[in-house]
């Protein structure tokens, strides 16, 4: 190990000092756009909102720049702390089913021929080729009344009338993980080609049978990916209001259509925006909490 | 390398022509499924001038996006109520109604409304009521207002528009109180009301709730005239009732935002649909109440005998909605509250 | 003499590539089996299919007498060092030694113990909450070994465990298995492309070429009565000559012609009946270099066409008077060391019982 670290540090010291200058110019050059964007179109709009969430309105909902708090207050009425818990709670139930469903077919591509890794991974992609919201509405036609789903169920005789599947809970969630299960997949599907494969035949060796070997190994080694996923399907899913609307009937508002309302319907964006950061809140929190636990598993690539 | 290069000259091109054209356009912000594709192709095939169409599906969306001057919108379709607000606020901008030829087809009925009553700022486009469509089909009982259609019967069988205002408006018309006065009392007399009413419901949906009766989802509902409209015009047992309690009549407008580039192609396209045959295209996709009396002497028997389109004038009261500020955010968190307590 | 492993006719192919063909072997408890080959021989195939990762095609695997070919790795007590390690790396090092007893559900106390007993046996004391990647490369492979020993299986096997270490480490390891082994008294079954390393540390070799065994025995048997070409080539250095049969000597030796006219005697019994062509061994160290001639039944003169020192021994490529190229070795402490130098001309004397037969025609 340590012979490495001369002869790299000697080549280091040895560089002329203008060399070692022009590559830093150049990789900020490259990353301008990238920074203009995020700037312009992510870091801007957030300092907007977070203005406004301090802000008052007027009678056409527009924003009026006299300091309040009123609108945080607001947030943690009981009204909307339970829609909240309740969008969170979605949101947990999509990752669970997510992981439980995405995690076994990431680690049977992960573990696949080269040949066949390449055709599965763009079976997973190709339904990102349509508009979201098409596919959101190919779900109305399979899962109503008179829809597919029901037509084939009845069709086999397993159910004597039409199930009411759509408009419901149980189609949101369905709506929910069919949108995220590609995040969960694609992180876990990196972790687990990654695998050295020389590992399960070790655990195997050892004495460990295929559940063991899954549990003791694979799952742990493989934690980075599923931690990627979580926080690529969980907070998005928090936030999301299109499918409440279109499989859910609008029936049960989560915090996204909350704060949809808050800029069309009641015309009231300094609460809006106090909703959102409040979101935003809860994002880095997330964030940060899976990023101690991956930061633990950093090491195991080391 | 070579490729990118001469991809982004051909970027940087289209995007100098679109900005030299924009002169030539008309900006037109509407609701969805209310402007049909023909009348708009048929102004620009006429007048050369090319039409941008983007939609909203709420008098909120429309003030919400104006105000925050997002686009620049030539020409936008408010509601009476949103109309009068913007009026206020000084965002529309005065008709020079000289150019509006075809504005003596309107039926005098339609005009010099409460909310713009010398007309200086808004021309009707079409009216229609808020009402009750029944799945006769389904259903035996006879309905003849709100709270026939809220019964535990009709539980997940029904469908109303996601309109938080619209629903507090029934709500104040079955306990006889006025629909345009939203004070904290008032709403807490009708929370109890809605609160039974949003269990009972199975679809909100203010885009297209025909979709969910045609679908067989739902049985009845409370929703636009138009819609109740088409689906009787699809399959007549889908009857139409205005609630005896009481029913919100709206008049849609055409006006042009004070901000508008493109006032005169703007003008131009409100003297179009003015026209009768124009405005009998308008109705025959979304036979709503037309206000144009020339074009009625071109629209069917049919369409004339629709009872969602034309009712009969047996029902209740009809009354329109006034802007009432501040008080939608009550509205919201009242319905918020409620929908959520599920 | 019971066997410990164990492999009865066994084939393994992968597609239409024959890796293991026929093969049978067996190996006796508790001794230290060294299996050597070239890359691509089937040498790993065959460790592969003892410790169950791979399935015969034909044949049968025994471990202690019981038909183990079905049956799956994690069912059999045997242990594998892989090439890379393979250590667990969310791990550390106590846990990874401890992984295959708590998969045989010992007790946690009883775990500890063992544990530590495998520390201790492979000198790792002190670095026991260790991850794998603070460890250097030496240190990894400790871990991997005492890890395959705690379960206490009958065999270990060894996959090319040295072959990423330096070459004073892995001398020093070498001696540190063979240590190991003998204190233990398990199996050990060991793959190797270095036959060095095979000398060094084995009891038997097997020596393994394109799917088959050519020849089992100790160092010595293999050394210096190597059955095959292959056999003579891989192990040392040897000299490899085509020699056509000219005749008796007198009934104790016969005489041979090697190709560019050098004669040669050896011993009759040697020499297969009735055979006019073979391919006889010579091993570089048996050729006797001097500056003046020497008493041997082979005695000849050579030129010294290159001269090679490499440490305790000096390398020369001889060319007789007849042409035939000869590689011999000198000692360095042989008295002709100083004296030996490119274009030199040396005598040459070779033992009769040092010529060897590999194969007959």
Not at chain 3, 120 to 127: D, N, R, T
Not at chain 3, 264 to 276: C, G, H, M, Q, T
């Amino acid at each position: 190990m340590d012979t490495l670290a001369t002869p790299a540090a000697t080549s280091l010291a040895a560089a002329p000092a203008i060399d070692r200058r022009t590559p830093r110019w150049r990789a900020w050059l490259l990353l301008t756009p990238m920074i203009v964007w995020l700037v312009a179109f992510v870091v801007a709009p957030t300092a907007i909102l977070f203005v406004y969430s301090f802000c008052e309105r007027d009678e056409l909902g527009r924003v009026v720049f006299s300091f309040t708090l009123e609108n945080y207050q607001r947030v943690s009425d009981p009204i909307y702390l339970r829609i909240f818990l309740r969008s969170i709670g979605y949101a947990g139930l999509t990752t669970a089913i997510c992981v439980v469903v995405g995690y076994p077919v990431a680690y049977c591509i992960g573990r696949a021929s080269e040949v066949w890794r390449q055709r599965l991974l763009l079976l997973v992609m190709v339904p990102f080729w349509t508009s979201f919201l098409i596919r959101t509405y190919a779900w109305i036609t399979i899962l109503k009344q008179e829809g597919l789903l029901n037509g084939a169920l009845q069709a086999m005789a397993l159910v004597a009338s039409p199930l009411d599947l759509l408009y419901t809970p149980f189609a949101v969630v369905i709506g929910l993980v069919y949108a995220y299960l590609p995040f969960m997949m694609l992180p876990i599907y990196g972790s687990v080609e990654k695998l050295d494969g020389s590992l399960i035949e070790a655990a195997h060796d050892l004495g460990a049978g295929p559940l063991r070997a899954f549990s003791s190994v694979i799952i742990p080694l493989t934690m980075p990916g599923i931690a990627a996923g979580t926080l690529l399907v969980f907070v998005p899913a928090i936030g999301m209001f299109a499918i409440t609307d279109l499989l859910g009937g609008a029936r049960v508002p989560l915090i996204g259509n909350v704060i949809q309302n808050q800029f069309m319907q009641a015309r009231d964006w300094p609460f809006g925006a106090a909703l959102g950061m409040v979101f935003m809140g809860l994002f880095a929190v997330s964030y940060w909490l899976l990023q101690l636990r991956g930061g633990a598993s950093d090491e195991l690539h080391g | 390398m070579k490729l990118l290069l001469r991809f982004f000259a051909a970027l940087l091109a289209a995007a100098v022509t679109f900005a030299a054209r924009a002169a030539n356009e008309l900006n037109l912000f509407g609701w969805s499924e209310y402007v049909p594709q023909a009348v708009i192709d048929g102004f620009t095939e006429e007048t050369g001038i090319k039409v941008n169409f983007e939609t909203y599906a709420s008098n909120e969306e429309l003030i919400s996006k104006l105000v925050a001057g997002g686009g620049n919108y030539d020409l936008i379709q408010p509601s009476d109520y949103a109309a009068e607000a913007m009026i206020r606020q000084n965002l529309l901008a005065p008709l020079d109604l000289k150019r509006l030829h075809n504005l003596k087809n309107i039926d005098p009925e339609f005009l010099h409304r409460p909310h713009d009553p010398d007309g200086r700022f808004t021309v009707p486009y079409m009216s229609g009521t808020v009402g009750i469509v029944v799945n006769t089909g389904k259903v035996k009982t006879p309905i003849k207002g709100y709270r026939d259609v809220f019964q535990p019967a009709f539980k997940d069988r029904i469908v109303v528009l996601n309109d938080n205002r619209e629903i507090v408006s029934w709500a104040l018309d079955t306990l006889g109180l006025p629909i345009n006065t939203i004070t904290p009392e008032n709403l807490a007399k009708v929370r109890p009301v809605i609160a039974e009413w949003v269990k009972l419901v199975k679809v909100f949906d203010s885009d297209s709730p025909k979709t969910a009766l045609l679908n067989g989802d739902v049985d009845l509902g409370v929703v636009w005239s138009g819609e109740a409209a088409i689906l009787w015009h699809q399959d007549k047992r889908f009857q139409y009732v205005i609630p005896a309690e009481g029913a919100h009549q709206f008049l849609d407008l055409l006006a042009i935002p004070a901000t508008a580039k493109n006032k005169d192609a703007a003008h131009d396209f409100i003297d179009y649909i003015l026209r009768p045959e124009v405005s009998k295209l308008i109705s025959d996709a979304f036979p709503y109440t037309n206000p144009n009396r020339e074009a009625h002497r071109l629209l069917s028997t049919e369409a004339l005998d629709n009872p969602a389109s034309y009712p009969h004038g047996d029902g209740g009261k009809l009354e329109s909605f006034r802007d009432i500020g501040k008080a939608a955010a009550d509205i919201d968190r009242l319905m918020t509250d409620l929908k959520s307590a599920r | 003499m019971s066997f410990m492993v164990e492999l009865r006719k066994v084939t393994k192919r992968f597609g239409s590539f024959v890796a293991v063909d026929d093969v049978s072997l067996e190996i006796r408890a508790g001794e230290f089996l060294t299996l050597l080959g070239p890359s691509g021989c089937g040498k790993t195939t065959l460790l592969r299919m003892i410790a169950g990762f791979e399935t015969p095609d034909a044949g049968t695997v025994l471990l202690d007498g019981e038909d183990v070919t079905q049956l799956p790795p994690y069912r059999r007590n045997v242990n594998q060092v892989f090439q890379s390690y393979a250590l667990f790396p969310h791990l550390t090092v106590r846990e990874n030694i401890g992984f295959g007893l708590r998969m045989q559900k010992m007790p946690a106390a009883e775990i500890d113990v063992r544990v530590a007993e495998s520390v201790a046996l492979v000198s790792l004391e002190g670095f026991e909450d260790r991850r794998p990647h603070q460890l250097s490369g030496g240190q990894r492979q400790r871990v991997a070994l005492a890890r395959a020993l705690a379960p206490r299986p009958s065999v270990l096997l060894l996959d090319e465990p040295l072959s990423a270490l330096d070459a004073k480490l892995r001398v020093a390891m070498q001696l540190e298995l063979k240590r190991i082994q003998r204190q233990l008294g398990v199996t050990f079954v060991f793959v190797t492309h270095d036959q060095e390393e095979a000398l060094t540390m084995s009891d038997r070799i097997a020596l393994v070429n394109c799917g088959r065994i050519e020849q089992l025995g100790d160092g010595p048997e293999i050394y210096h009565r190597p059955a095959t070409p292959f056999a003579a080539d891989f192990i040392g250095e040897a000299n490899l000559l085509e020699a056509d049969f000219l005749g008796v000597n007198g009934g104790a030796t016969v005489r041979v012609r090697v190709a560019s006219g050098l004669e040669l005697v050896l011993p009759a019994e040697v020499w297969p009946a009735d055979v006019k062509h073979a391919l006889i061994s010579i091993r570089p160290e048996k050729l006797h270099i001097s500056k003046s001639p020497v008493a041997c039944e082979n005695s000849f003169e050579a030129r010294v066409d290159e001269e090679v020192f490499k440490g305790a021994l000096d390398h020369l490529q001889l060319a007789t008077t007849a042409g035939t190229r000869l590689n011999a070795v000198v000692a360095n402490e042989s008295a002709m060391f100083e004296a030996i130098h490119r274009g030199d001309r040396v005598f040459c004397g070779l033992h009769a019982s040092d010529v060897v037969v590999v194969q007959s025609k």
